[in-house]
């Protein structure tokens, strides 16, 4: 007669073994995400600062709402991104802080200055 506790020996090896492999892989995204981040930070900073004039072609948000139901807390945030075409007709896309997102409209023309992939500033045109 099997004992009902043969299955409880399978989970009590495999558990630990399910526990390492995730925190390992998890660790692994995390350096992964990390690394990548510095990566990118480190070649914008290589790059030259470049002013080119440009026109605000569109603009977009996006939002993101976590719930925590053990304290229900909300938490949005929101990612604005403003797309800029330059004179030779090819299009830059950057993230830019929100009070830069709401004094852009589309259709305005002015000097972008950006570095890599960062965005620095747009000086509209009067």
């Known amino acids: 007669m099997d004992s009902p506790f043969g299955m409880f020996k399978i989970f009590s090896i495999a558990f630990p073994i399910l526990f390492v492999i ?23 900073d290589a790059s030259p600062k470049l ?8 603009r977009r948000s996006d939002h993101s709402i976590s719930h925590t139901s053990s304290t229900s807390s ?11 075409e330059v004179e030779s ?9 929100g009070q830069d997102y709401g004094m852009m409209a589309e259709g305005d023309k002015g000097k972008l200055t950006f570095q890599g992939t960062r965005f620095i500033e747009f000086d509209r045109f009067r």
Request: positive net charge; aromatic residues 22%; without cysteine.
């Open 22 to 44: 995730m925190f390992v892989f998890s660790f692994g995204i995390f350096f992964f995400v990390i690394s990548r981040m510095f990566k990118q930070k480190r070649q914008n």
């Open 51 to 58: 002013t080119v004039d440009a026109k605000v072609v569109s």
């Open 74 to 84: 909300m938490h949005s945030t929101t990612w604005h991104y403003v797309t800029f």
């Open 89 to 97: 007709g090819d299009r830059l896309e950057f993230s830019v802080s």
